[in-house]
């Protein structure tokens, strides 16, 4: 059984930093890729940033520059640090992942996901 469990989000004044972590657990984390996206009041779910498993990653143009994905294959855990926040970046974040190698034009795409987190909020004011 798949679980992805996110924290690290809160509430950060604009221009503040947030890391925002995801451990995977219940497969070969390594063989996976990872992405993380948000969803804000009213609005759909958009993918943010996305890793496979050689560390490639590949990033919304609203976040280019700001946000950086990382990953630690030993602790099966994806990072998200968001640099340079904005009031339009406030949203929940959820991390998901995929069995398997997606392409690239679909790494910011939630349908080529197949498991997801709870959530976690992130208010920027």
């Known amino acids: 059984h798949v679980q992805l469990v996110e924290s690290g989000g809160g509430s950060v004044q604009a221009g503040g930093s947030l890391r925002l972590s995801c451990t995977v657990s219940g497969y070969g984390y390594s063989s996976y890729s990872m992405g993380w996206f948000r969803q804000a009041p009213g609005k759909e779910r958009e993918g943010v940033a996305a890793?496979?498993?050689?560390?490639?990653?590949r990033y919304a143009d609203s976040v280019k520059g700001r946000f950086t994905i990382s990953q630690d294959n030993a602790k099966a855990t994806v990072y998200l640090q968001m640099n340079s926040l904005k009031v339009e970046d406030t949203a929940m974040y959820y991390c998901?992942?995929?069995?398997?190698?997606?392409?690239?034009?679909?790494?910011?795409?939630?349908?080529?996901?197949?498991?997801w987190g709870q959530g976690t909020q992130v208010t920027v004011s």
């Open positions: 998901a992942a995929s069995r398997g190698y997606i392409a690239t034009s679909r790494r910011l795409v939630a349908t080529a996901y197949n498991y």
């Open positions: 890793i496979d498993s050689d560390g490639n990653t």
